[in-house]
T-cell receptor
Framework: DARVTQTPRDKVTEMGQEVTMRCQPI?????VFWYRQTMMQGLELLAY????????DSGMPKDRFSAEMPDATLATLKIQPSEPRDSAVYFC???????????FGEGSRLTVL | KNEVEQSPQNLTAQEGEFITINCSYS?????LHWLQQHPGGGIVSLFM???GKKKHGRLIATINIQEKHSSLHITASHPRDSAVYIC???????????FGTGTRLQVTL
């Protein structure tokens, strides 16, 4: 059963610490998205990749966030240094083929104290 | 920037009722997604449509491109349909999604 896998599921950390979230997209999907969901803002696009190349990261605070896709099976989102306002659920999603259907991971819930 | 609005924000229905959730957007799009988010937080894609109508089980999604409007209908609603339903407009030139704020649906017995 193909699915998008995210780790960690939950992360609590202190302000200033580095946080890395990982995503394994569905094999063969060539477009990978990072979204953030908060109560106040809802779902927002942070960045996305196509064929591992970053296409748009305009939704991401550049000074502390970075997104990479070192290979086709792994996408990472790093926050350094983390701040309390980064507390949110971070979703990874992948899209493949001609249908355009999105498949979401379970999300990584981040709490920055 | 596309403005995506959903209505209603909250909806309570009794089991068996027919439900409609509306979504409107301000800028032309290439497609619109309907997503379902259950209380556990997971998000599932229900539909992606660019014209006309799609049906899956008790769910029906329609879109009117000229009016920049889409609706999600649930026939014979059931408590397990209780979730947040989110529409998302796909930019015409890129893969950027702009999300609505969601409609929280509660179906009671």
């Amino acid at each position: 059963d193909a699915r998008v896998t995210q780790t960690p599921r939950d992360k609590v950390t202190e302000m200033g610490q580095e946080v890395t979230m990982r995503c394994q997209p569905i094999l063969g999907h060539n477009t990978v998205f990072w979204y953030r969901q908060t109560m106040m803002q809802g779902l927002e696009l942070l960045a996305y990749f196509r064929n591992r190349a970053p296409l748009d990261d305009s939704g991401m605070p550049k000074d502390r966030f970075s997104a990479e896709m070192p290979d086709a099976t792994l996408a990472t989102l790093k926050i350094q240094p983390s701040e309390p306002r980064d507390s949110a659920v971070y979703f990874c999603a992948s899209e493949g083929g001609n249908t355009g259907e999105l498949f979401f991971g379970e999300g990584s819930r981040l709490t920055v104290l | 920037k596309n403005e995506v609005e959903q209505s209603p924000q909250n909806l309570t229905a009794q089991e068996g009722e027919f439900i409609t959730i509306n979504c409107s957007y301000s800028v032309g799009i290439s497609a619109l997604h309907w997503l379902q988010q259950h209380p556990g937080g997971g998000i599932v894609s229900l539909f992606m449509l660019s014209s006309g109508k799609k049906k899956h089980g008790r769910l029906i999604a329609t879109i009117n491109i000229q009016e920049k409007h889409s609706s999600l209908h649930i026939t014979a609603s059931h408590p397990r349909d209780s979730a947040v339903y989110i529409c998302a407009a796909l930019d015409g030139t890129a893969s950027k999604l702009t999300f609505g704020t969601g409609t929280r649906l509660q179906v009671t017995l």
